[in-house]
């Protein structure tokens, strides 16, 4: 399956095989900026103009966690066992939320622009971000502080990833 998110609000899951929806996820009052599966598929993330991200069970198309950003959400994610959101505001904030409660469990500032996204390590302690100027920071995801900043472009870093190898 694909999963595909619009500026009309709504996220849809479609067949690779034959290309046709599956399923509508409705309930965004904005354009969906992000959307993604869990590794198991068996929920998807998305995030919007709205200022929320939702959590969404793909079996009857039903929202389990909205979180609350406050501000256009650019970006969600999960770390690798799906019990930590991150979002990217449009604010330059970054929050980590607990699915299992819904509370946001962190909010961090650390770039004057927008970061568009953010992933985490594979073992989920750490995360980067790119800044949108000349850097990415590395943040510990329990403290929320900045451990490391990568310099050395150019222009602005629109993208970072880990290595998912040990």
């Known amino acids: 399956s694909i999963v595909t998110g619009s500026d009309d609000g709504t996220a849809k899951v479609w067949s690779v095989d034959v290309g046709e929806c599956q399923l509508t996820l409705k309930g965004h009052r904005g354009a969906v900026y992000c959307a993604l599966f869990t590794a198991d598929s068996a929920r998807i993330l998305t995030s919007s103009e709205d200022g929320t991200a939702k959590l969404w069970g793909v079996k009857h198309g039903c929202v389990e966690r909205t979180f609350r950003h406050g501000c256009p959400v650019l970006s969600a994610m999960f770390n690798s066992d799906a019990t930590v959101v991150r979002t990217v505001g449009q604010d330059g904030t970054l929050k980590l939320w607990n699915v299992k409660t819904g509370k946001c469990d962190r909010t961090m500032l650390g770039h004057t622009t927008s970061s568009y996204v953010a992933a985490f390590s594979r073992d989920g302690?750490?995360?980067?971000?790119?800044?949108?100027?000349?850097?990415?920071?590395?943040?510990?995801t329990e403290s929320g502080a900045c451990v490391r900043e990568l310099l050395g472009h150019e222009h602005i870093v629109l993208s970072a990833s880990f290595a998912q190898t040990a």
């Open 125 to 140: 302690e750490l995360f980067v971000t790119p800044s949108g100027e000349r850097d990415a920071k590395i943040y510990s």
